[in-house]
């Protein structure tokens, strides 16, 4: 195993390379700055203050769209967000790659989306995105993670604190890490 | 399904209804800008400023309760701490509905008293609240979840991590997300 | 079981021993006061001062550590680094007891290196620390919790949400909640 040690030196892991930023470095410097005092200082109820700051980055986002100032987005340039969708306080919208989300989504507090993990297979540790996709109508109740690359199907509902690795059918109920669709959410009604 | 959807547009997911938060909206707003100023910003050693400071807004909290500067707290007057309590760096108690800590609890940091949820099986999303009470003497290790309308025993230990959907009987050391009873705290002496 | 209650009482829960900070209490204090200003408020590009700021109160830091300003330490002379680590966002190093970080390791966002845990057996609730070694090459995704004590081999890569309770062996792919090895870093090759 020493003799493979090399294998394990992560050459690359200190800069996200500027094809996936997508925007110059000071872009997203300038964003960091605006984001700790202007976003987040700002009064919980100056939701459209919000939309119009993180459009002047680039987002895409619908009316409506609710955004608590303790959210935390990396690249607003990747974020596209269809109408009437409410994002909880501290939740981390790790854009890296794009976030989509649709129509009257939830995402309730601390909840984490996750658009980036590393290649370890290679020593040169390469950042790979994966784009999230989180259907119309869906639910995220708090503190879920959503790994790199997962679909969220429309009117799903996510239980607390789980962590979704995979993609989530339309119209279910999942829960647990990894999560898995446990019933249909009109079975109860 | 997709003729469903209208099912799962949350018409009511944009506000807590005025009956859940007890308080004019302008006092929640007053409330945030206190706890982020002169509670979050106070030195550490200053427990009784920040007692007095939850006291002011309505909690009820007793001799020798030891709150870090940076708990952040939804709703204090739904706060109700007997004596002696700890509540450790971070912790979120979110007290849509009340909070009740007794006797010489300890609340590892990090930890999350959610005491708020939603009616996913309505359009209207209801806001759905449900008190949680945590025994005299329990301790909920770091980044505990305690989902709504949950029982801790007093006595019990809640390991790291673990997240807490069910109530937990007296005295037993408790893990696991969902949290189970594994042994007594007194088997091991 | 509501005879025994006094055993549950937590007389010593509110400070650290003295012995474990190793510092006066006041040193604590001012790395706060540091921590959260000249740390955190400094630009993201600025390693360099965050280096010396993490050294000037005792650290131990290599050449190329690489430490976000959003990182928060407990006692920063608890800190042996080796060369060339990478520290993300809102990792809480919480160095109660030593963490020693090898080469080429990668830290990655959110992720909890807990040194502190108590004795819940006993009255007075001792504090009790267990170092924390984290082995060169290994990769910690995100949001990884690391126990008290816990020794993490060389080249491991730890899986994002995972909590590790116990060591892990070289050159291993962990996860879960407790963590556990699932396969060689080397078998997909």
Redesign the interface.
Known sequence: ??S??N????LD??SFPAHLRGRPAWVV?LW?LVQSTLFALS???MYGWRRFLLRLFGAKVGN?V?IRPSVRVAYPWHLIFSE?A?IGDDV?L?SIGNIRVG??V?VS??S?L?TA??D??KRS?DTMVGDIEIG????L???V?V?PGVKIG??C?IG??S?V?SDMP??MICM??PAKPVRS??S??
């Not at 294998?7 to 992560?10: E, I, M, R, S, V």
């Not at 119309?136 to 639910?139: R, V």
């Open positions: 195993m020493a493979n040690f294998q394990y030196q992560h892991a200190f410097q960091l009064p919980r109820f409506k609710l009437h409410w981390e790790y129509d009257h939830v507090q601390r984490y996750c993990t590393h370890y297979t540790f119309d109508g869906a639910w109740a708090t503190d993670f790994a429309r009117g509902v607390a604190r962590s690795f339309e119209g647990g890490s959410r009109n109860g009604k």
